[in-house]
Nanobody, 120 residues
Framework: QVQLVESGGGSVQAGGSLKLSCTASGRTISSYTMGWFRQTPGKERDFVTAITWSGTTRYNRDIVKGRFTISRDDAKNTVYLQMNSLKPDDTAVYYC?????????????WGQGTQVTVSS
């Protein structure tokens, strides 16, 4: 069992930056792929990015467009999402997860989410 806790969300103006953190407990994440997803009310949860145990990254280019960077610090059992040049369309609840691939079905453990609100 893995528990994931996201932090770092908040309110920011368009063009601003936020860095989300996701800290795991119960199991070391060093052998796992970690992903970030986001969801707005009434819509499906969308894949944003993931990073494998070896550091290989994958991005949803339709969303990220070079603005977001995922990283991990296995010594801290934590994965990060640096978000720059934020837009109002980035407003969502952001979730981290342990799993594989780029679909919700590939991820087994989820955090509770952190709200990101971007105002114009």
């Amino acid at each position: 069992q893995v528990q994931l806790v996201e932090s770092g969300g908040g309110s920011v103006q368009a063009g601003g930056s936020l860095k989300l953190s996701c800290t795991a407990s119960g199991r070391t994440i060093s052998s796992y792929t970690m992903g970030w997803f986001r969801q707005t009310p009434g819509k499906e949860r969308d894949f944003v990015t993931a990073i494998t145990w070896s550091g290989t990254t994958r991005y949803n280019r339709d969303i990220v467009k070079g603005r977001f960077t995922i990283s991990r610090d296995d010594a801290k059992n934590t994965v990060y999402l640096q978000m720059n040049s934020l837009k109002p369309d980035d407003t969502a609840v952001y979730y981290c997860a342990v799993g594989v691939g780029a679909t919700v079905a590939g991820y087994e453990y989820w955090g509770q989410g952190t709200q990101v609100t971007v105002s114009s």
